[in-house]
């Protein structure tokens, strides 16, 4: 329960695997953006 709630998913809903999948990515994509700048 507490990683989904650090994740920011809702409790009631299941995250999808595939959804996760493009959180993980989109979050690293934006922190290597931001070590860039």
Not at 13 to 36: F, G, N, Q, R, W
Request: glycine share 2%; no cysteine.
């Amino acid at each position: 329960e507490r990683r989904r709630n650090q994740l920011g998913l809702p409790k009631v809903i299941p995250p999808d695997i595939d959804e996760v999948k493009k959180l993980l990515e989109a979050t690293k994509l934006a922190e290597k953006i931001k070590k860039e700048e």
